[in-house]
């Protein structure tokens, strides 16, 4: 069974702050690895994707891969009150999955003035 | 553009009717979308693949009677939960793969709440 773990939080970091956000996954078969951000009572909304080991950075946003240890990572600098957010780890494998997203329980994110 | 819209946004029904929610790629075409359900402070649990032209692929434990997936053009497919019961009371939220962005990457709709008393 494919599995997809986040650490549920809360998370709880000072406005400016880093907020560091971590997922594991048991499929190493995996290929493509997502982060979304939930706001109560939303749906989710796409915030990075990444394929390949190492890092990649949008903005105030760097997603980290590292496919030996089945772990992926979100940073947020600068954190913002707004960020505030459940942020759900997503993970598509290949074979008979393909194309089909399996998500972390998400984690609860509070960044406090 | 990725733009995916759901209708309605929320729906309150009484037990034994069924419900219709519709899912559309406004700016482009989605050949697969995907349904997913969410409870109150769960994640999201696929449903099933919706494919233009076929038949929806379900996933273990969704009784593929009760939830009726139609995906009759390239922008348009549907849910439909027949004979609806308070246990069918959740948020249900579609996807689609724009195609354009990295591979298997979603993007949702704004979601549909559905309350059956």
């Known amino acids: ?113 | 553009g990725a733009v995916v819209s759901q209708h309605p946004s929320w729906v309150i029904c009484k037990s034994g009717t069924s419900v219709k929610i519709e899912c559309r790629s406004l700016d482009f075409q989605a050949t697969t979308m995907f349904w997913y359900r969410q409870f109150p402070k769960q994640s999201l649990m696929l449903m099933a693949t919706s494919n233009e032209g076929s038949k929806a692929t379900y996933e273990q434990g969704v009784e593929k009677d009760k939830f009726l997936i139609n995906h009759a053009s390239l922008t348009l497919s549907t849910l439909t939960v027949t004979s609806a019961h308070p246990e069918d009371s959740s948020f249900y939220i579609c996807s689609a793969d724009q195609g354009l962005a990295g591979p298997d990457t979603q993007y949702f709709g704004p979601g549909t709440r559905l309350t059956v008393l």
């Open chain 1, 1 to 113: 069974q494919k599995e997809v773990e986040q650490n549920s939080g809360p998370l709880s970091v000072p406005e400016g702050a880093i907020a560091s956000l971590n997922c594991t996954y048991s499929d190493r078969g995996s290929q493509s690895f997502f982060w979304y951000r939930q706001y109560s009572g939303k749906s989710p909304e796409l915030i990075m994707s990444i394929y390949s080991n190492g890092d990649k950075e949008d903005g105030r946003f760097t997603a980290q891969l590292n496919k030996a240890s089945q772990y992926v990572s979100l940073l947020i600098r600068d954190s913002q009150p707004s960020d505030s957010a459940t942020y759900l780890c997503a993970v598509s494998g290949g074979g008979t999955s393909y194309g089909k997203l399996t998500f972390g329980q998400g984690t609860i994110l509070t960044v406090h003035p």
